[in-house]
């Protein structure tokens, strides 16, 4: 299967060679055909699929194709995320897919001043990329109208609901045409899932993919034993002792993040921390570091996590074990992205032993034990 069989536009099909994608995941195979016949679309896909890529390349086309008929700059098309980082990730998603078609878009998310993202919504957008807060907040202020919408995209619609994004997103959806094209995207097809996207889609099609505890089998694991207070010291020795040249690392609290980026810095591996009590300056600093490679290891906190697109991570290191075990699988999903071959190590201190079992519960294998480190 290739991107043309998909029926997408050239310069389409340029932007994902330029960007070295040869062939469309499983849910751009699936859901691509679908969007680009108009239909609405329930999507179940986590981050790590190439779900973005699966409705930004129809709407770029459909919007494309639209382009004679259709010249003034209103919105046509809403992408709303949960989460800053996400909305930055879809808005570069489009950018990078649509630097061919001339079709422009804007990203508003809170957390910074209003400003430029005014000026820029005044200059006239096709796609608007937006958190639900700041999306009210200007369209409350009467910069932004969304009554030519005819694109509609919520993206990880589960995430929103334990946000409790709900009442935003109905006062969002009020004020867009009920005649319009809808996806939604989710990684879990919980009951209050499906309910919410029986109140917003018009006979949809459904498209699936790999559900959470299967992913994790792209990802080598393995579990080192380890008192608490030698964690330090053991992430040291793996990273003294491996060919680790980027890491995630996860921790539980802010404070821990904190704590293990200043330790990190003190041996002299460069490391930053992202959580929600920094700037959105100094996580933007800190990701575009570790993306391009300046910085060796980021550590963060699961929720500031959500969303973090890295290409090419090769590891991920958790070095406190999650509580809940779904979380472990979201955090190992960040690296065995688009097929690529992960590695995922954790280190389990005794008080973490039932964390532990819950997780190789539910992803069906027991995660190989490591005994040969110097803390074991
Ligand atoms: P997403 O699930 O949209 O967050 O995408 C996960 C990662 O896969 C991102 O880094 C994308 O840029 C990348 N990606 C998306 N589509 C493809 C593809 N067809 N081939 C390879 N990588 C892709």
Known sequence: MTFSNLRLIKPLVMALEKKGYTEPTPIQEQAIPHVLDGKDVFGCAQTGTGKTAAFALPILQLLDAKKESNKSRVIKALILAPTRELASQISDNFLAYGKNLGISHCTIFGGVSQGPQVNNLRRGVDVLVATPGRLLDLMNQGFIKLNQVEYFVLDEADRMLDM??????????????????????????????????????????????TPISSTASLVTQSVYYV????????????????????????????????????????????????????????????????????????????????????????????????????????????????????????FCAHDELTYLKDINKLIKTNIEVVSTHPFN
């Open 164 to 209: 409790g994004f709900i009442n935003d997103i109905k006062k969002i959806i009020a004020k867009i045409p009920v005649k319009r094209q809808t996806l939604f995207f989710s990684a879990t097809a919980a009951p209050s899932i499906m309910k919410l996207a029986n109140t917003i889609l018009n006979n949809p099609v459904s498209v699936a993919v």
């Open 227 to 346: 008192k608490k207070e030698n964690k330090r010291l053991l992430l040291k020795h793996v990273l003294n002792n491996s060919k680790i040249e980027h890491a995630l690392v996860f921790t539980r609290t802010k404070r821990g993040a904190d704590k293990v980026a200043k330790d990190l810095n003190s041996i002299g591996v460069s490391a930053e921390a992202i959580h929600g009590n920094k700037s959105q300056g100094a996580r933007e600093r800190a990701l575009k570091g570790f993306k391009n490679r300046t910085i060796r290891i980021l550590v963060a906190t699961d929720i500031a996590s959500r969303g973090i697109d890295v290409d090419k991570l090769s590891h991920v290191i958790n070095y406190e074990i999650p509580e809940q075990a779904e979380t472990y699988v979201h955090r190992i999903g960040r690296t065995g992205r688009a097929g690529l071959s992960g590695v995922a190590l954790s």
